[in-house]
């Protein structure tokens, strides 16, 4: 059974960075970079400031080693295609977050297994060795990036082709594997009980507010780097998750997805309808 739903994740996973891939050429990616203030920003909220916060609530609220360990797994993995979705959402800067988002998931080649190895509870059950991780995330994020964004870049008419129908097949994947953890565990959902689903949201939370407080005074900027840092790189995680071969690791990192995933559509809701007003003022000055 675990196998068959690691196998789901993986293809959900290379869809998922195909479709981001294929959104963005490689001169899009320079301009990005070049904002060097919001990029460096971009990297301590997700590399630094959100693992932080992760580890501080597992341990404030002792957390269950495996539920929590899923949770941590989300913390340690940035770059997060939905939140470029969530972002446009909330009418926020939707290029700055696709730029982020492709730049995120190259770095998190790099910078998930350090930071994977430094937050994950002790214990062999719950960890992956760095290059247990590297093997993962090599074939199945870093060569698919890198072809999507050769294809977007030589071959637009491709990418524009190409993106709408992975689009659909990734969000497909996205839903059933959802609702299958959430039938297959219910019970062991239902039964995390108040303080860990509290822990969980809190996580989601102070993730988003970590990251629309330092992007600067840009509102559309800020929106996209608080959903790029508020919404973690789920297909990645679960990946990590699944190669752990605990199932109660994937239940917790899917139970961290979904409660994220509802705290960001709130801000996204809220986003919306109280930044509309300041640019249509904007507008009619």
Known sequence: MIAMLSNLITAWLVLTILSIGLSVSAGELLGTARRYGLLLRAMVANLLLVPALAVGLYYLFQLPVEIGTGMLVCAATPGSPLGIKLTQLAKG?????????????????ATTPVVASLILPAGDHVRLSFLEIMQLLVP??????????????LQPRW?????????LFSNGLF????IWVLVQDFDT?????????GAMAIVGL???????????????GRLALAFGTGFRNSALALLIAASMRQHLVITGAVAYVVLALVV????????RRN????????NSS
Do not use: F
């Open 275 to 282: 930044i509309e007003p300041v640019r249509l003022k904007a």
């Open 140 to 153: 199945q994020v870093l060569l698919p990036l890198g072809v999507a964004v050769g294809i977007k870049s």
């Open 159 to 167: 990418a524009e082709r190409l993106l709408r129908p992975l689009q």
């Open 189 to 197: 959902l239902a039964a995390l009980g108040l303080t860990t689903a």
């Open 206 to 220: 102070g993730s988003w507010l970590i990251g629309y407080t330092l992007a600067g005074t840009d509102r559309g």
């Open 93 to 109: 800067d939707v290029p700055v977050a696709v730029g982020l988002g492709v730049m995120l998931i190259g770095v998190s080649v």
């Open 264 to 271: 960001n559509l709130v801000a996204a809701w809220y986003a």
């Open 175 to 178: 839903i059933i594997l959802v």
